[in-house]
């Protein structure tokens, strides 16, 4: 673990490989789990917000479960997420002809619809984050279904926090972002 600014990061952010490779797992983490993605109170509002300029872009399941339950839920943590469709699919999730899971908000981004991507959480996707009263904890969370993620990374040799670049910068700035990779210059050497 190392201190960057107000947050304490996982080294393993650093050393473990990872490129998402749909192709392989068809998005199963928008679809597998128990819980929806973890949400801030401020993405609860953006939720609410978009939803009209989402709604074409979702399955008409994920339509009902956003309506019955609302555009975030409290989950069973006490914390924000996005509610699920019976339990398992992100409300917000679509599919493609291949039968790949895809993200309704982020096709709504993608056609200019909207100006908000996704939800940081799904952005930052295998990196976790938690907030406590002074600090952020900055993670990497494997989960068996991304192995060929893992493998993809591996082979491509893309470490995790340049696999994440983009939202790590959304999340953290790019001065924090920079120093990241300062510390993954140390410790490559």
Known sequence: MFQIGKTIVSEEILEKDFVCNLSACKGACCIAGDAGAPLDQQETEILKDIYPKVKPFLRKEGIKAIEEQGTSIIGADGEFETPLIDGADCAYVTFDNKGTALCGIEEAYNQGDIDWKKPVSCHLYPVRT???????????????????????????QVPVYKFVKEALIRKYGEDWYAELEKVAEKIQK
């Open 130 to 156: 938690q907030d406590y009263s002074e600090f952020s904890a900055v993670n990497y969370h494997h989960w068996h279904i991304c192995d060929d993620a893992c493998t993809l990374g591996k082979e491509l």
